[in-house]
């Protein structure tokens, strides 16, 4: 167990909804990184989050979004969803400026239909 | 271009067999690696870790990194069928954030 939650674990939507997905970092960890895993691939950076800011994005529209919070949990919102978001997204938990591995979480397998 | 290459295999070996794992990638600014593991809708569990080149052994791994070819290898010695799972390598050019570049990942499957 690597201390990184995410929920919910599975979860079905419709094309055009929106949806949002939560991950609680590993403790003493400040920063936290979204990926997209679409099956047969690896994951896909889309942001990350520090101090409750962005600092850095991957190739992802702008209806891909976030958030972190002061305890260092984070959401990711995606609106007006399409039926390629289905994947398995993960979160990384690590300490920005330390020399520290990356620990995921479980991941949320999002099905749009 | 993809940033890291990796043969997406699927690889069939038997118990107790040496298993080579290996990648390619294109940014000489990457600077350290790793290797997750992953079993089926799991997420990915972190194996091994490097900076620059070199080699890295725990247990029944080893990683090796060899920036002069870009090329980087997963060992892992006396296979076992837990050892079943996808293997992912990524790199990062620092260690200041989780900004990782994956591969598509290995399936590996150990037969008993």
């Known amino acids: 167990e690597t201390g990184v939650t995410q929920s919910p674990t599975h979860l079905i939507k419709t094309r055009g909804q929106q949806v949002t997905l939560r991950c609680s970092s590993q403790?003493?960890?400040?920063?936290v990184s979204w990926y997209q895993q679409a099956l047969g691939q690896g994951p896909q950076f889309i942001f990350q989050?520090?101090?409750?800011?962005?600092?850095g994005r991957g190739n992802f529209p702008p209806r891909f979004s976030g958030l972190q919070f002061p305890n260092y949990s984070s959401e990711l919102n995606v609106n007006a969803l399409e039926l390629d978001d289905s994947a398995l997204y993960l979160c990384?938990?690590?300490?920005?400026?330390?020399?520290?591995?990356?620990?995921f979480g479980q991941g949320t397998r999002l099905t749009v239909v | 271009q993809k940033e890291v290459e990796q043969d997406p295999g699927p690889l069939s070996v038997p118990e107790g067999a040496i298993v080579s794992l290996n990648c390619t990638y294109s940014?000489?600014?990457?600077?350290?690696f790793m290797w997750y593991r992953q079993y089926s809708r799991k997420g990915p569990e972190l194996l091994m870790y490097?900076?620059?080149?070199g080699n890295k052994e725990d247990g029944r791994f080893t990683a090796q990194v060899d920036k002069s070819s870009k090329y980087i290898s997963l060992f892992i010695r006396d296979s076992q069928p837990s050892d079943s799972a996808t293997y992912l390598c990524?790199?990062?050019?620092?260690?200041?954030?989780?900004?990782?570049?994956f591969g598509t990942g290995t399936s590996l499957t150990v037969i008993p």
């Open positions: 990524a790199a990062t050019p620092s260690n200041t954030g989780n900004q990782f570049y």
């Open positions: 403790s003493g960890h400040n920063t």
């Open positions: 490097t900076y620059s080149s």
């Open positions: 989050y520090y101090r409750e800011e962005e600092n």
């Open positions: 990384a938990s690590s300490s920005l400026g330390e020399d520290t591995e990356a620990f």
């Open positions: 940014n000489s600014a990457f600077q350290y």
